[in-house]
């Protein structure tokens, strides 16, 4: 079984940034593609990001792109999401995912196997 535990997030003021991380226990991530997803207020989960398990090949959503970077350190069983000139409409909750091993990176939350308990990420105009 694997454990997600997402930290980082916060209040930012608009054009400013945030790195979230995402660690991991119980199990190691390091063949697993990682993404993170979102649920802004009163919507639903959204993807974001996403990274294969080699860290070499990512994946965004086109509002995201150029803003914000996944990266990994499987070595910390880490996971990050650099986020930069943040606007208002990323204000939501920022959840972490992992799926099984040696699985590619997909877009829908549905495929994705253990969840972290979100971490909230407000931005202010």
């Known amino acids: 079984q694997v454990q997600l535990a997402e930290s980082g997030g916060g209040l930012v003021q608009d054009g400013g940034s945030l790195r979230l991380s995402c660690t991991a226990s119980?199990?190691?991530?390091?063949?697993?593609?990682m993404g993170w997803f979102r649920q802004p207020p009163g919507k639903d989960r959204e993807f974001v990001a996403a990274?294969?398990?080699?860290?070499?090949?990512?994946s965004y959503t086109d509002s995201v792109k150029g803003r914000f970077t996944i990266s990994r350190d499987n070595a910390k069983n880490t996971v990050y999401l650099q986020m930069n000139s943040l606007k208002p409409e990323d204000t939501a909750v920022y959840y972490c995912?992992?799926?099984?091993?040696?699985?590619?990176?997909?877009?829908?939350?549905?495929?994705?196997?253990?969840w972290g308990q979100g971490t909230q990420v407000t931005v202010s105009s």
């Open positions: 990274i294969h398990w080699s860290g070499t090949s990512t």
């Open positions: 995912a992992a799926k099984r091993p040696y699985y590619s990176i997909t877009y829908n939350w549905n495929d994705y196997d253990y």
């Open positions: 119980g199990r190691t991530v390091r063949n697993a593609a």
